[in-house]
């Protein structure tokens, strides 16, 4: 299904500093072009058909035709066992770090958090942890392993229980990640070994999922698996993997809503579209909900209320500075989206937090924080932060009232990480120095 025939009309949204301003204006028929030849260069030789002229001949080179994009062979595994241990890690408190830009904050309830912060290029330096008990007024720096990569993403997962999960997204297909796990917030940490590259991991109430991939030395053959761990990581089985997850390994994204019931976010090529599939046995059978071809092969999140109430935001590259952003909203679980949003907005999407039905902010990078309570029907700044930092995210709130948006003030002289908390649903805003 596509989402494009609700959309009559395309709308031009600037989005200054502190509110978007919309404007209007007909959507664009793409227009047809013919697919590419194949082969190599032809010549074409052309005769003069004078008699009284002699016989000559003209021949005219064709140039080559263009590449064409071969998306990775993407195979899987049969569901089982696999092979992993779990091992005491070292850890410690990191440094302040040079240049602190929150990447994750996760709560296990409105009290007791956490915060992940980038630790600049450092190699083998734990990256900068930090806790809170207090909900958010008040941060202190914990232990994390000690084993940190230059060229890796690092990312936080947090338990209803206070477990916390990291891990990290090597740079290059060719790596695996590493995955540690703390069972008790971040005191004591294990590694477990003999997982593939991971693109994404979730937690549920007592489960933890995975999705990976292995690629072979050109990155052309890959292996792509949805692992499942019901005892804190010490073992993982592969379940079942969707037919939409093995055309294309890129961008995958994983909400966990139960142990048994979860949802998942795929991007596939030819044609190009996100498919957005769930399983409600724990991984044994999958099924597609919908088809998203607005996004194109464009960076894309999904967020959930809960089982029925999924949020859906996408981008499309415009430059300098300019995306465009297409949002929508399901109310029946990801069967049927409304559009809430098809503009031009300024700014580079970073993620999508749902409060309600009705509330949803999107996180941005280059541009403010924006927030719908209506549903999207309208958006505008999520507030008029001071000295707003270069990316504004990410978004969490641990309940209606309380709310958080990392903020990184890249023309701070002291490159502090900070954060802004609210205890109003998000009315006003005051900064948390978390150093």
């Excluded at 009559?8 to 500093?17: D, E, I, K, Y």
């Excluded at 994009?69 to 302040?96: F, N, R």
């Excluded at 999904?302 to 300019?322: F, H, K, N, P, Y």
């Excluded at 949803?360 to 958006?379: E, M, S």
Aim: aromatic share 6%; net charge negative.
């Amino acid at each position: 299904m596509s989402l494009r025939r609700r959309i009559p009309r395309l709308f031009c949204v600037l989005v200054p500093a502190v509110a978007l301003v919309a404007g209007c204006g007909d959507a664009d028929t793409p227009a047809q072009s013919a697919p590419p030849s194949s082969g190599p260069p032809s010549t074409v030789a052309v005769k003069t058909t004078d008699k009284s002229a002699p016989s000559t001949e003209a021949t005219t080179t064709r140039p080559p035709d263009p590449p064409v994009h071969v998306p990775p062979t993407i195979t899987t595994l049969a569901p089982g066992l696999v092979a992993t241990t779990l091992v005491p890690a070292a850890a410690k408190v990191a440094p302040a770090p040079a240049q602190g830009v929150p990447v994750d904050i996760v709560f296990r309830d409105a009290a007791r958090g956490w915060m992940l912060s980038s630790g600049g290029n450092c190699v083998g330096c734990p990256v900068p942890l930090a806790a809170t008990t207090d909900g958010g007024a008040s941060w202190s720096r914990v232990p994390s392993p000690n084993e940190g990569a230059a060229s890796s993403r690092f990312r936080l997962r947090a338990s209803r229980q206070g477990e916390l999960w990291l891990f990290d997204v090597p740079g290059s297909p060719l790596n695996a990640s590493a995955l540690w796990e703390s069972p008790d917030g971040g005191i004591t940490w294990s590694r477990i070994a003999g997982l593939a590259r991971i693109s994404d991991l979730a937690v549920g109430p007592t489960t933890a999922w995975a999705v990976t991939d292995a690629c072979d030395i050109t990155a052309t053959s890959c292996v792509t698996a949805i692992l499942r761990s019901n005892d804190h990581g010490a073992t993982w089985h592969r379940v079942e993997t969707p037919l939409s997850l093995l055309q294309e390994r890129y961008s995958a994204q994983l909400v966990v809503l139960d142990d048994e019931h979860v949802i998942l976010l795929t991007q596939r090529a030819s044609p190009d579209a996100h498919d957005i599939v769930s399983t409600d046995d724990g991984g044994r059978h999958w099924a597609t909900l919908t088809s998203v071809e607005e996004c194109g092969v464009a960076r894309s999140e999904i967020a959930a209320v809960d089982s029925r109430q999924l949020w859906l935001a996408c981008a499309g590259g415009e430059g300098g500075g300019w995306e465009r952003r297409v949002i929508a909203r399901s109310d029946d679980g990801g069967h049927r989206w409304h559009v809430a949003l098809d503009a031009l907005t300024f700014g580079y999407l970073e993620q999508v937090w749902a409060n309600s039905p009705s509330k949803a902010y999107i996180g941005q990078c280059r541009g403010p924080a924006i927030v719908t309570t209506d549903g999207g029907v309208t958006w505008s700044a999520a507030a008029d932060f001071r000295d707003p930092g270069d990316c504004m995210g990410p978004v969490v709130f641990t309940d209606a009232q309380h709310g958080y948006i990392g903020d990184f003030f890249n023309t701070d002289p002291d490159a502090k990480t900070k954060i802004w908390r609210t205890a109003d649903a998000g009315r006003t805003w005051q900064p948390v120095d978390v150093n």
